[in-house]
């Protein structure tokens, strides 16, 4: 097992683990299951959740091919799907977990990797088009490139702890 994926599945755990604290009941979807990872039930309302675990300032995705320029980052995306975005780099104990609509992140993994395709690379050619999206949790918008300071958005937004969103 790689370290990756011990990050990881430490990040579903920690999800799970908060889920159920906060009376929710939360089901781990199979290994293989390529569109979420938790389901959750709560008053009558269900959720999926997506979790991705980060060790880095730098979160990064690889999308699928849809016949669209930009593919899709999340399959079979609905309005109550989440992705629960857990901040590793000070443990454990001192993780950050924010609760994004997957569609609202879809749309901000867009507008990142469109401004960047904007501009051209230092020789002048234009920059590949690849399945690769990011973004940087820190850090400032650069000219060519607005993918930096998510953390601070995404808690301007409500989303740091947002568990009532589901």
Not at 35 to 58: E, M, P
Request: proline residues 2%; positive net charge.
């Amino acid at each position: 097992m790689s370290d990756s994926t011990k990050v990881g599945n430490a990040g579903e755990h920690l999800v799970m683990a908060e889920l159920l604290y906060r009376k929710f009941h939360a089901f781990r979807a199979d290994r293989a299951n390529p569109a979420f990872d938790i389901s959750v039930y709560k008053l009558g309302q269900h959720s999926l959740l997506r979790v991705k675990t980060t060790t880095a300032q730098n979160v990064q995705w690889t999308a699928k091919q849809d016949g669209t320029d930009f593919g899709t980052v999340f399959l079979e995306m609905t309005e109550r799907d989440f992705v629960a975005l857990v901040d590793l780099r000070n443990g454990v104990r001192g993780a950050i977990i924010y609760i994004i609509p997957a569609k609202v992140l879809n749309e901000e993994l867009k507008l990142c990797y469109d401004h960047w395709h904007k501009y051209s690379r230092r020789n002048g050619m234009p920059r590949k088009r690849t399945q690769h999206r990011a973004f940087c949790l820190d850090g400032k918008e650069k000219e060519t490139d607005i993918g930096y300071g998510y953390a601070e958005w995404f808690t301007e937004q409500g989303f740091r702890d947002a568990w009532g969103q589901l």
